[in-house]
């Protein structure tokens, strides 16, 4: 993340074989695909769900390391999509006193500090504090669109003695930026005849009110080891955020292909929760082989409230845009409601060793969740209970000295919201996967390749009723298949490499009913073919300061909503040079300035990022 200079959380998700990031562009938001499923509420933090729904994007700068745990992840994640779920690893204090400043200057008005400081406040270390701090303004490739960031998370470790850790973890960030949503489809992925729309044009009107969300979190990180060899962990985290603005989408092109129809809304966001995860370990011999066994208990209650008003905004002239058509909104709000996602899990796990080539994993967990839905308007309200029993197990054998062949099974829930046309609850979406693999390599090697083929299973999909497209069913059925190759290796101590290949066939098996049938067709936005390489290298002897690294990634066509999104492939090079003291790197974005499309939506395509250059500068003590 550090030498591609990342800015987001899609930027570090750019590097993971089967994952699809910025699927939506620069709206704003966390958007991507993990092996052809959905996964962007998939969010944890130090183990722990973000929200339900992920509302404000991600601070990347406070992030030590982001984790994608690919398949389904309920044993120990509770409810989720079956895709994977990301989990990013907070920065804590260190036993060293230590202090890194940045500042970064880039295109399009790109302007960054940062700072990364902490010092240990006992002698042993134990006890440290540190706190690390951005803020960045920018504009944007499109016309009118800018952003703005704000961050700060301070951490503390205190010492309670040899066996006991205990980091409280807190951040708070602001955001505040115009939306980004896209261009038409034709004149862009799709042919018009008065030509190609300008990369640059804003659909939005420059005095729309802008989005602007906060969101504060405060938690800590406990364990304690006991004489016994028994360990106990338990994490917890306060959360609350706000998010509003006015959104002013695509709506349709009229019959000269020039005019553009548009809708617009006024939305806020509200919400807080808390989650706490506590578990016990222990790690003992057997005559069933040595055991790493775990068990514990979690729980998460999600509150969002929701307020939206319909708008009227006057169509634009694509090809010459002129601005300033008002934009109304009702007086009364179309849309008020308030929903409490609540979670109590159970779980066991125990890892095995079986002699020195065999290794079984196994887990089985127990979840209640209850979602409470209120419509503050009309005053109905209603409780959808949902349970499920979910597991995993996997067997692993070490064929070969470094090639260990294996078999995994998982599977996951996800409870749906909401009633059918009978007032019915619906049933809770279940996802289960097979995967079967190799991986070679050691945990000392130098060199590491995974290969992976899956066959993942999502039922009781809601989709339309086709009889009435006010309600839905949840009959649906998606599957997806593929296989992902994954590998890093530092070839030489100067050089090394790092990427994948993933072959994703994802495709909808049951649509309900719906007329024209959906069955088969592929799901939007996840492409068969992608690929990832990022190569660094470090010069030798008198120029060992130096370092140049580089990396291209792409995909083949993509289909969305009914049509295809082209295939690209995009390079980034850099060169960096480090000294005692300070350091400086450049970065150079989509070298050969290749216009391409992250996604699509059903009327309108996301942009992808044109060339650009990061110039970073810092000092570090």
């Known amino acids: ?46 183990g722990l769900r973000t929200a339900a729904n992920s509302r404000v994007a991600e601070q990347l700068f406070d992030m030590e390391q982001v984790e994608v745990l690919k398949g389904p992840a309920s044993l120990l994640s509770g409810f989720v999509l079956p895709g994977g779920v990301v989990n990013m690893v907070s920065k804590r204090p260190l036993d060293y006193t230590f202090a890194n400043v940045d500042t970064t200057v880039g295109s399009h008005a790109l302007y960054q500090a940062s700072v990364d400081m902490g010092t240990p406040l006992s002698a042993n270390g134990k006890a440290a504090f540190r706190v690390s701090a951005l803020a960045m303004n920018a504009h944007d490739e499109t016309d009118y669109v800018w952003s703005k960031s704000r961050s700060i998370a301070p ?102 292909g020039r005019t553009l129809s548009r809708t617009a809304t006024d939305q806020t966001w509200s919400g807080n929760s808390e989650s706490i995860d506590t578990n016990v370990q222990k790690t003992f011999h057997t005559a069933f082989g040595d055991h790493q066994f775990i068990a514990g208990t ?78 503050q308007l009309g005053g109905a309200y209603s409780t959808v209970p949902a349970s499920a029993v979910t597991g995993s197990a996997a067997v692993m054998y070490e064929l070969w000295t470094g090639v260990r062949p294996y078999v995994s099974y998982a599977s996951s829930f996800y409870p749906n919201a909401g009633t059918d046309i009978d007032g019915q609850p619906f049933k809770a979406e279940k996802g289960r996967q097979w995967e079967a693999g190799v991986k070679f390599g050691q945990d000392t090697s130098a060199s590491t390749v995974t290969l992976a083929v899956f066959d993942l299973r999502r039922k009781n999909v809601l989709e339309t009723n086709p009889v009435d497209d006010d ?37 909808i098996l049951d649509d309900g009913g719906q007329s024209p049938s959906t069955n088969g067709e592929r799901l939007d936005n996840v492409p068969r073919h992608s690929f990832t ?89």
């Open 1 to 46: 993340m550090d030498d591609e200079q990342n800015l987001s959380l899609a930027d570090a998700l750019y590097n993971v074989p089967g994952v699809v990031a910025n699927t939506y562009g620069r709206r704003g938001w966390d958007d991507f695909i993990i092996r052809g499923e959905t996964a962007s509420n998939a969010i944890f933090l130090d």
């Open 155 to 256: 951490s503390l470790s205190l010492d309670f003695g040899p066996r006991t850790d205990f980091t409280i973890l807190t951040s708070y960030q602001e955001r505040t930026y115009i939306r980004q949503q896209g261009l038409p489809l034709k004149g862009s992925v799709l042919p018009n005849a008065n030509g190609a729309i300008s990369r640059s044009t804003f659909t939005g009107e420059p005095g729309e009110q802008p989005y602007d969300g906060n969101e504060a979190r405060v938690g800590y990180a406990f364990t304690h080891r006991f004489d016994s060899g028994w360990t106990v962990n338990q994490n917890f985290r306060w959360q609350r955020y706000t998010m509003g603005g006015v959104l002013v989408a695509n709506g349709t092109l009229a019959a000269n």
């Open 298 to 375: 979690d729980y998460s209650r999600d509150n969002e409230e929701l307020t939206q008003y319909t708008c009227t905004v006057g169509t634009l002239n694509v090809y010459a845009p002129v601005y300033g058509s008002a934009i109304k909104c009702g007086s009364t709000p179309k849309t008020r409601t308030s929903t409490t996602i609540r979670d109590l899990g159970f779980y066991l796990r125990d890892q095995i060793a079986l002699g020195p080539k065999w290794r079984i994993l196994a887990g089985l967990r127990y979840d209640r969740a209850d979602t409470d839905s209120l419509d």
């Open 471 to 507: 309600y839905s069913i949840a009959v649906g059925e998606e599957r997806s298949r593929g296989v992902e190759l994954g590998f890093t290796s530092d070839l030489t101590r100067q050089l090394s490499v790092t990427g994948g290949y993933a072959y994703t066939n994802a495709v």
């Open 533 to 621: 390489l990022y190569t660094r290298y470090r010069f030798p002897g008198s120029w060992h300061r130096w370092e140049v690294n580089g990396g291209i990634r792409g995909q083949n066509s993509a289909y969305a909503y009914g049509y295809m999104i082209p295939g690209y492939a995009v390079s980034n090079l850099g060169v960096a040079y480090h000294a005692n003291r300070w350091h400086a790197a450049l970065r150079v974005g989509n070298v050969f300035n290749r216009h391409y499309y992250t996604g699509g939506l059903k009327a309108a395509v996301a942009l992808g990022d044109d060339r650009s250059v990061m110039l970073t500068a810092g000092f570090q003590y």
